[in-house]
């Protein structure tokens, strides 16, 4: 049976987070609950709270007292918290990767692998499907996505290919989509450009870059002085957020400064240089190839 998610740098993301035993954390990609197992391990009278906006995490919910599951999304995380009744946590960990279980299941349309309806919805009650964003959008904002979070060099060419497929055949399908931007792809880097591609769709039918930085802004607001924050990010378009504020504390990576001329900045980078997988996990994971983690202490 596959793996629901096999989790990346896991030795090193829990590590990172300095767990105490009675300390209070927050997984807000719980998934097949790897981390979250993890970090329960380590607990005695602490409290872990996870989160997952998809329904089917919730198969994996793990037997114990000390979680508390929470099915949704992580641009909720302080609301939720409140009503939970904590106003600080010791730590949160944010594993963005796309689960094995959403990447193989052909159904979700998340893969260029197999042919299904163009989904890519991780909340299936969100009413924006992949297929919706292909027939709605004009060319301008589909080169716009396709550019910006698939970084495309060719996006508007892709867009006018699509606009000039749906204009006869409207675009339902993965094959659909394939056929129509076939002639786009760059000699030898099929592979290369439909995960650009898909990605790119996949984050705007998720607003994932606009949940990434509520969730961000809110752990901010929420771990206490000495909390950790642990990002595992899989593309440069969240790892370049998620640096910008743990360097800043802003999302342009524009540094602020006081009165005085000191740098304000609201955490401590733990690890200078990003953390990537070993040779040795990359051979017996190749999905964590692309992931790297950052990890930060709140000042």
Do not use: C, W
């Not at 005695?44 to 949704?72: C, H, M, P, V, W």
Request: hydrophobic share 40%.
């Amino acid at each position: 049976m596959m793996a629901y998610h096999l989790p990346a740098l896991l030795e090193e993301s829990i590590a990172g987070l300095n767990l105490r035993p009675d300390g209070v954390y927050v997984d807000v990609t719980f998934g097949g609950g790897g981390h979250s197992r993890a970090i329960l391990s380590h607990l005695s009278t602490g409290r872990l709270i996870a989160f997952d906006q998809d329904i089917d995490a919730a198969a994996n919910i793990i037997t114990d007292e000390k979680l508390i599951f929470l099915n949704q999304n992580f641009r909720f995380l302080k609301n939720n918290l409140r009503y939970l009744g904590y106003t600080e946590i010791d730590g949160l960990i944010a594993d963005l990767g796309v689960s094995f279980h959403q990447f193989d299941i052909p159904e979700r349309g998340f893969s260029f692998r197999s042919d299904a309806k163009l989904d890519m919805r991780m909340n299936r009650e969100a009413a924006l499907n992949a297929a919706d964003i292909l027939r709605t959008y004009e060319e301008e904002a589909l080169a716009g996505l396709f550019y910006r979070y698939g970084e495309l060099d060719n996006s508007r060419r892709i867009a006018r290919a699509i606009i000039r497929t749906r204009n006869s055949n409207p675009i339902l399908t993965v094959n659909d989509l394939v056929a129509s931007v076939s002639g786009m792809v760059p000699p030898n880097q099929e592979h290369k450009f439909y995960a650009k591609l898909f990605q790119a769709l996949r984050i705007e039918v998720n607003r994932e870059m606009e949940a990434l930085t509520d969730m961000l802004r809110q752990a901010l607001q929420v771990l206490r002085p000495g909390g950790r924050l642990v990002v595992i990010t899989y593309h440069s378009v969240e790892d370049r957020l998620v640096k910008n504020f743990i360097r800043t504390g802003n999302f342009e990576g524009l540094a602020e400064k006081d009165f005085y001329g000191n740098l304000i900045v609201p955490f401590r980078a733990v690890n200078k240089k990003v953390i990537m997988p070993s040779e040795r996990e990359v051979s017996e994971n190749s999905r964590a190839r692309s992931a790297r983690l950052r990890i930060a202490e709140k000042i």
